[in-house]
């Protein structure tokens, strides 16, 4: 397979780590493979110490929709089979959410059922003028399987998540942006330009302050408010001692912007 074939393309801007959805024919539908490559980009991402911020886009008409059906029909015939095939997905997903990178969403066209679940995995999102988001598992008698039973309703509350999969109904990105699916709705010709832009200068940040920031949010979410303030504590503790911070304050002081390392 050529690198041009890769299900996820993986290239680098700078301190921007770009993984690309390479899968246009199928709409970047997520197959094994597909869920295997966004895994790779997301571990070679953070092993390279000048990225410190992850794009994720898609090539083609649309971000992504959902499973790959085919594979999903063939995994069926065992349950192990088909827990595995699931567990692919899942590891990719975990792996964003836990990465020290950012991980900045580019929605274009349909993210819908599983590219739903792949968005909300995100920790930003930007999304086009004709993106729309939705959730279609029960229009067909499925269920969600990457998470959305979980992170719709932490996302945008449980009577709006619950409606979501009920009904399959597709979200505007207007809407999408108001229940907090999306950070921000830019026309389609800017959308990739504005997400670069933002993420090149969130790669100017205190990378290991910007790494704390998401991990003791996320979690936080897993936990009591006092386990996560008291985690919290710690971690700024020992991180305002630190190199960075040290640097942030003499630019503050000095009227200049800081260079973190």
Same mark, same amino acid.
């Given at each position: 397979?050529?690198?041009?074939? $890769?299900?996820?393309?993986?290239?680098?801007?700078?301190?921007?780590?770009?993984?690309?959805?390479?899968?246009?024919?199928?709409?970047n539908?997520?197959?094994? *493979?597909?869920? &295997?490559?966004?895994?790779?980009a997301v571990?070679?991402?953070? $092993?390279?110490k000048?990225?410190?911020v992850?794009?994720?886009?898609?090539?083609?008409?649309?971000?992504?929709?959902?499973?790959?059906?085919?594979?999903?029909?063939?995994?069926?015939?065992?349950?192990?089979?088909?827990?595995?095939w699931?567990?692919r997905?899942?590891? %990719?997903?975990?792996?964003?959410? &836990?990465?020290?990178?950012?991980? !900045?969403?580019?929605?274009?066209?349909?993210?819908l059922?599983?590219?739903?679940?792949?968005a909300?995995a995100?920790?930003?999102?930007?999304?086009?003028?004709?993106?729309? +988001?939705?959730?279609?598992?029960?229009?067909?008698?499925?269920?969600?399987?990457?998470?959305?039973?979980?992170?719709?309703?932490?996302?945008?509350?449980?009577r709006?998540?619950?409606?979501?999969?009920y009904?399959?109904?597709?979200?505007?990105?207007?809407?999408?942006?108001d229940?907090?699916? &999306?950070?921000?709705? +830019?026309?389609?010709? *800017?959308?990739?330009?504005?997400a670069?832009?933002y993420?090149v200068?969130?790669?100017?940040?205190?990378?290991?302050? !910007?790494?704390?920031?998401?991990?003791?949010?996320?979690q936080?979410?897993?936990?009591?408010?006092r386990?996560?303030?008291? $985690?919290?504590?710690?971690?700024?503790?020992?991180?305002?001692r630190s190199?960075?911070? *040290?640097e942030?304050l %003499?630019?503050f002081?000095?009227?200049?912007?800081?260079?973190?390392?």
């Open positions: 397979m050529s690198d041009s074939e $890769a299900p996820v393309l993986v290239s680098k801007q700078g301190a921007v780590g770009i993984a690309t959805l390479n899968r246009p024919a199928k709409f539908c997520i197959s094994r *493979e597909l869920a &295997a490559g966004l895994l790779d571990r070679q991402l953070e $092993a390279d000048s990225v410190r992850m794009l994720l886009k898609a090539n083609g008409k649309h971000f992504c929709t959902g499973a790959d059906l085919d594979q999903v029909k063939a995994a069926r015939a065992k349950r192990e089979t088909l827990k595995d699931l567990g997905g899942h590891e %990719a997903l975990y792996a964003m959410e &836990a990465s020290r990178l950012p991980v !900045i969403g580019v929605v274009h066209g349909l993210a059922a599983g590219g739903l679940e792949l909300m995100c920790d930003v999102v930007f999304a086009g003028k004709a993106a729309r +988001f939705g959730d279609q598992h029960a229009q067909y008698g499925l269920i969600p399987g990457w998470g959305g039973t979980q992170r719709l309703p932490r996302l945008v509350g449980l709006r998540a619950l409606d979501l999969m009904s399959g109904a597709w979200l505007l990105p207007e809407q999408a942006m229940w907090g699916l &999306a950070n921000a709705v +830019f026309e389609d010709a *800017e959308l990739q330009e504005k670069m832009a993420a200068q969130l790669g100017k940040r205190n990378p290991q302050g !910007i790494a704390l920031m998401k991990s003791l949010s996320r936080g979410l897993d936990g009591t408010l386990a996560g303030i008291d $985690a919290e504590l710690e971690a700024v503790t020992d991180g305002l190199a960075n911070v *040290e942030g %003499a630019a002081a000095e009227r200049r912007e800081p260079v973190f390392k």
